[in-house]
Every structure is written in structure tokens, then in C-alpha cells.
């Protein structure tokens, strides 16, 4: 007697055309098919929290969208000061996702509402990247950060801009569907400026190249991404990404556009001036920011017209360092208090400890990143002793000791 064929019973396989045939109480079914069901299942219940719309087929994703005023906000808790910018940057999110909300409707079908990128100027320290990311962890959508310094035009040594591409891949788990609504934040824009008018001098494989190569990805385009890297593994599968529902936030220092907008102005910084007149002058000037004077600064006119919101990231007074120390949720005095508990000490901080660490982050001018370098310094020897000397209980840190504990540090190396 011929024994019966064991074939998948969803779709017909037999034994042999497949690699591997999972057995049940009832049947079999095969790796293609479980292939299948997990897709369908990771579409279903995506990561980013979208649900389509049920009863309409290829319905477009909604989101559980925040209005302008309340994602500002949420932004408050997270990023000191930096009003400007959290409310142009809150307008822009909101009416790009709810332009993905709405873009089937029956309302709007004639109307072909264009996406509108951001460009983020200010200087290093002032929270570019951080409200970039606190926006996205409020969207619950995905989200990466690339830098442009190491992107070059495609064949010299560097990344392709489609890598890009792939990093919101990576942070999606490689849904398609969830990478194609995310965020991607692109540091270091102005690093690749155009380095001079006169081309013919050397290939700027790194600079205007490009600003070319990232015209399509930031209008939409369907992209063909390795995920694992194009370069190192020539032999993958491709994913096709379509970036024209990718939000892209590029942001930058652009150091030296305030001279280019001074003299459009004719306004100058240069001069004696304070610490608080230089920071007065200087958020006066990037307030006035324009196309003309990105053009100015480097970048070829297409990539300016695919940023169309374009904002500026202030410069951090003494007041708003202060307050970066101990008022936002995740400020660093709270982050070093919990540390501590961790090892059952109770840190506790004096005043003038926290204005003196403001005074020294102001002297070096590196922002709330110098805040860190200071404070890491600082609790570098109280962190050691505090895993040998499980006996003490509390840390209280007076003006007095941090002195006495930093006098012989250089902190300019810190910073």
C-alpha cells in the first residue's frame, strides 16, 4: 500500500517543496505559510499603534494625534525654553500626520497636500536632536537619527544616502509599513554644505554630492534599502521604502551663518560684549534667518525647497541651564539622584553647587551637553567610592567640597 503524502494544510505543499513542514492535532503547515501569517500578523498590530481603517481596503493609517498646543506641551516637560521652536516644530508634525489621517478622505481627494520638512538651526548643546526624539516618542512612531558627515555619493568610501533609509528600517524591526510613517532626524546638515562655487577644482563627493543624492528621498521616492547594508552584503534582498510619508528633521550648528545674516542686516556681533549680550545678539540674528542666507551658507537651492519650515534652536542663558539641571523629567540632577539610590544613597545638592556648574557649562559654551561633561566630572569620585562604601547612606554635595574635589581638574578637557 502507497503511504499517504504529508502535505501543508493551508496551502497544498507536499514534503519535499518546502523546507520545513510543522505537524498539529489536525495537520501540517509549512515555513511559507507561517512566513505569511507572521506578516499578516505584525501588520494587524503594528509597533507605531496605527489601526487601519476596518471595512476600506488600503485605508489609510490613523493616528491618535495631539493637537499643536498639547504637543507642545509635552514637549515642555522634556526641553527647557526653546518656545520658538517647540511651536513651529509642534505645527509641523501635527499637520503632517494629520495629513496622513486624512489623505484618502473624500474631503481633500482633488487637494494633494504636500508634506513639509523642517530645518533646525542652533547651535551644539541647545536640544536639536532632543526634541527631534521627544516628538517622536509622543507620536509612538519610529524613529532615527543619521549623520550627514558620513554620507558620500555613491561608490566613494562612505555610507550611500539610501543608509538613511535603513537605520528607520533597524528601528521599525523591519515593518515596511511602520518605517514608511516614521521620523528620521538627519544631524550634521550643514557639514555638507557646498565646499566652493567653482566645481571643476575637485569632486565634492561628500558635500554638494550629497545634498543631490538626498533631494529624492526627502521629496518621496521608493527606495531601494539593504537592510543589512548594500556595501557589505551585495547579495541581499533589496526593501522598497517609500519615503514620501517620511517625516525628515535636518538640524545643524551652521557655524558662521549669523555672520552671513549679520551682514545682510547689518548687524554684527564683534566687539566687547558680555555673555548675555552675545547670546541677546545672537538668537536676534538666527531669528531673522532666511533661504537666501542658507544659499549663502552652502546648500544648493533644491535641498532649501524641500525644507520648507525652517526654525532655530536659541542659545541657552544662565536661567534656562539652571533649570535643564533639575526641572525637566528626565533633568540630570533627578538622572544622578536615582543613580545613587540605586546603591541606597540619598544625593542631595546645594544651590550654589548647581550655580556653579551652570557657571562653568556658560564659561566653556558647549550647552546642556557641557552640563553633562561638568557633572560627570563632578560625581566621577563620589560613584566610585559609592560601590566600595556601602555603609553611607547619604551624599550631600556643598559648594565647598565641589571646589575642593575640582580644583585640580582641568574641565576645559572634560567639556
Given at each position: 500500500m502507497k503511504p499517504k503524502e504529508?502535505?501543508?494544510?493551508?496551502c497544498g505543499r507536499?514534503?519535499?517543496?518546502?523546507?520545513?513542514?510543522i505537524s498539529g492535532i489536525e495537520g501540517h503547515i509549512c515555513d511559507n505559510c507561517i512566513e505569511q501569517a507572521n506578516k499578516i500578523i505584525s501588520t494587524e498590530?503594528?509597533?507605531?499603534?496605527?489601526?487601519?481603517v476596518k471595512g476600506k481596503k488600503g485605508a489609510a493609517p490613523k493616528f491618535d494625534l495631539l493637537k499643536p498646543a498639547d504637543l507642545k506641551k509635552k514637549l515642555d516637560e522634556y526641553v527647557i525654553g526653546q518656545d520658538i521652536a517647540k511651536k513651529v516644530m509642534s505645527v509641523a508634525v501635527y499637520n503632517h500626520y494629520k495629513r496622513l489621517n486624512f489623505q484618502q478622505s473624500n474631503d481633500i481627494k482633488d487637494v494633494e497636500i504636500e508634506k513639509s520638512n523642517i530645518l533646525l538651526l542652533g547651535d551644539t548643546g541647545t536640544g536639536k536632536t532632543l526634541v527631534a526624539k521627544t516628538l517622536a516618542r509622543i507620536l509612538n512612531v519610529p524613529f532615527c537619527i543619521a549623520d550627514a558627515t558620513v554620507l558620500t555619493e555613491a561608490g566613494y568610501v562612505g555610507e550611500d544616502v539610501e543608509s538613511v533609509i535603513a537605520r528607520l528600517l533597524q528601528s521599525a524591526n523591519y515593518d515596511t509599513e511602520a518605517a514608511q510613517m516614521g521620523i528620521i532626524y538627519i544631524d550634521e546638515i550643514d557639514k555638507i554644505a557646498r565646499k566652493g562655487d567653482n566645481p571643476s577644482i575637485t569632486r565634492d563627493v561628500s558635500g554638494e554630492g550629497v545634498q543631490q543624492g538626498l533631494l529624492k528621498i526627502l521629496e518621496g521616492t521608493v527606495a531601494h534599502v539593504a537592510p543589512e547594508g548594500g556595501r557589505k552584503h551585495p547579495d541581499q534582498k533589496y526593501v522598497k521604502v517609500d519615503t514620501t510619508n517620511i517625516l525628515f528633521i535636518c538640524g545643524g550648528a551652521f557655524d558662521g551663518i549669523k555672520n552671513i545674516i549679520g551682514r545682510r542686516i547689518n548687524q554684527s556681533e564683534m566687539g566687547f560684549t558680555t555673555v548675555k549680550d552675545r547670546l541677546q545678539i545672537t538668537k536676534s540674528v538666527l531669528s531673522k534667518v532666511n533661504p537666501s542666507d542658507l544659499k549663502s551658507f552652502g546648500l544648493i537651492p533644491e535641498i532649501i525647497?524641500?525644507?520648507?519650515?525652517i526654525?532655530?534652536?536659541?542659545?541657552?542663558?544662565?536661567?534656562?541651564?539652571?533649570?535643564?539641571?533639575?526641572?525637566?523629567k528626565n533633568a540630570l540632577i533627578k538622572q544622578y539622584t536615582e543613580l545613587?539610590?540605586?546603591?541606597?544613597?540619598a544625593l542631595t545638592v546645594d544651590e550654589a553647587v548647581l550655580d556653579y556648574i551652570v557657571d562653568k557649562a556658560l564659561e566653556f559654551n558647549l550647552g546642556a551637553r557641557g552640563l553633562r561633561s561638568i557633572c560627570e566630572t563632578l560625581m566621577m569620585d563620589y560613584m566610585f567610592e559609592a560601590g566600595a562604601n556601602l555603609k553611607k547612606k547619604e551624599l550631600h554635595l556643598t559648594l565647598k567640597d565641589v571646589e575642593e574635589k575640582l580644583k585640580n581638574v582641568d574641565l576645559s578637557t572634560a567639556a
Open positions: 504529508t502535505n501543508c494544510s493551508f507536499s514534503k519535499e517543496e518546502v523546507i520545513m513542514l498590530l503594528s509597533p507605531t499603534g496605527t489601526k487601519a525647497g524641500r525644507l520648507p519650515v526654525t532655530f534652536m536659541e542659545p541657552l542663558d544662565k536661567a534656562t541651564l539652571r533649570n535643564i539641571l533639575t526641572e525637566p545613587f539610590k540605586m546603591d541606597g544613597i
